[in-house]
């Protein structure tokens, strides 16, 4: 039974900083691409993602250099790291698990067939 168990989240302040866990069970991460996305007013938005075909890292350009994913094989997590947090980031943050590889990237949110609940962030101004 495949499963995405997802922790962190909450509350901080403009600049500061979260990290968001992601729990996988069920498959392995040497098998799937994984990444994470937030829902907001305008859909589900790839923030970052890792692909498992040689362990690179992509950011959308709003997160780069302020966000860090990264992967823990004997933990089997996934880790999305936030730092200087502003306000336009908050929403509700997914991990998800690629299907397969899409020509549009791992980025590409049609392209995950499961996902993680859901874990809020909200950053005040």
């Known amino acids: 039974d495949v499963q995405l168990v997802q922790s962190g989240g909450g509350l901080v302040e403009h600049g500061g900083s979260l990290t968001l866990a992601c729990v996988v069970r069920?498959?392995?991460?040497?098998?799937?691409?994984m990444g994470w996305f937030r829902e907001s007013g305008k859909g589900r938005e790839g923030i970052s993602c890792v692909?498992?075909?040689?362990?690179?890292?992509y950011y959308a350009d709003p997160y780069k250099g302020r966000f860090t994913i990264s992967v823990d094989y004997a933990k089997n997590t996934v880790y999305l790291e936030m730092n200087n947090l502003k306000p336009e980031d908050a929403g509700v943050y997914f991990c998800?698990?690629?299907?397969?590889?899409?020509?549009?990237?791992?980025?590409?949110?049609?392209?995950?067939?499961?996902w993680g609940p859901g874990t809020q962030v909200a950053v005040s101004a």
């Open positions: 692909s498992y075909l040689d362990r690179t890292t």
């Open positions: 069920g498959f392995s991460l040497d098998q799937h691409s």
């Open positions: 998800g698990r690629e299907y397969r590889p899409s020509s549009r990237g791992c980025l590409y949110a049609l392209a995950y067939d499961k």
